[in-house]
Structures are given as structure tokens and as C-alpha cells.
Nanobody, 115 residues
Framework: QVQLVESGGGLVQPGGSLTLSCAAS????????MGWYRQAPGKQREQVAV???????TYADSVKGRFTISRDNAKNTVYLQMNSLKPEDTAVYYC?????????WGQGTQVTVSS
């Protein structure tokens, strides 16, 4: 059974940085896209950043220039480096791995940006 385990969330002041990690356990093959999504209270889940198997990256306009997504295929892990954090970045962040036949979600990790 495949599980995605996220880590790195927490409380940070505006302007600060955090790095999220998401690692897959279990047997998972041919991961195509790895991505990060977030959901703020009272809002729909939105895509934050995605990285393809060819290392092509896509970012939401709201995080361009501040967030960087990367992946380590040997470790089945995706990272999200978040800089210059703003209060509006506060949300539960979820990772998602997509294969040719399935999609897997992490359990979510809380990121709170507040002074």
C-alpha cells in the first residue's frame, strides 16, 4: 500500500521560510507528476506547484518567484521551498503523486504564517 508522508509544516512569521517534504512509502512505480496543493479555511483546494517527470515546473501565479518545487526520484520525494511567506499562504498543504494509473495524496501538513 502506498502512503505519502509530509513533513516540514509549522508556524512562521511573515517574510520567513519553510521547506515541505513529501516521501512515498510502499511500492510505487513510474511516478509522472509530483505536486503540492493547498486548502485554506473556507476555500477550495488549489494547485500550488507541480513538477513533471521531465522536471518541467508549473506554479500558481500567487507563489511564482517565492516557492520552488523539486524532486528526488531515487527517494520518491518531492520538496517545496517556500520563501517570503505571507499570511495568505496559510493553509493545509497536500502533496500528490500521479502515476499512469493512479493518484495518491498525502494527509496534509499545516502551514501558518502569522506574527
Amino acid at each position: 500500500q502506498v502512503q505519502l508522508v509530509e513533513s516540514g509544516g509549522g508556524l512562521v512569521q511573515p517574510g520567513g521560510s519553510l521547506t515541505l517534504s513529501c516521501a512515498a512509502s510502499g511500492r510505487i512505480f513510474s511516478i509522472s507528476a509530483m505536486g503540492w496543493y493547498r486548502q485554506a479555511p473556507g476555500k477550495q483546494r488549489e494547485q500550488v506547484a507541480v513538477i513533471s517527470s521531465g522536471y518541467i515546473t508549473t506554479y500558481a501565479d500567487s507563489v511564482k518567484g517565492r516557492f520552488t518545487i523539486s524532486r528526488d526520484n531515487a527517494k520518491n520525494t518531492v520538496y517545496l521551498q517556500m520563501n517570503s511567506l505571507k499570511p495568505e499562504d496559510t493553509a493545509v498543504y497536500y502533496c500528490k503523486f500521479t502515476t499512469f494509473s493512479s493518484a495518491y495524496w498525502g494527509q496534509g501538513t499545516q502551514v501558518t504564517v502569522s506574527s
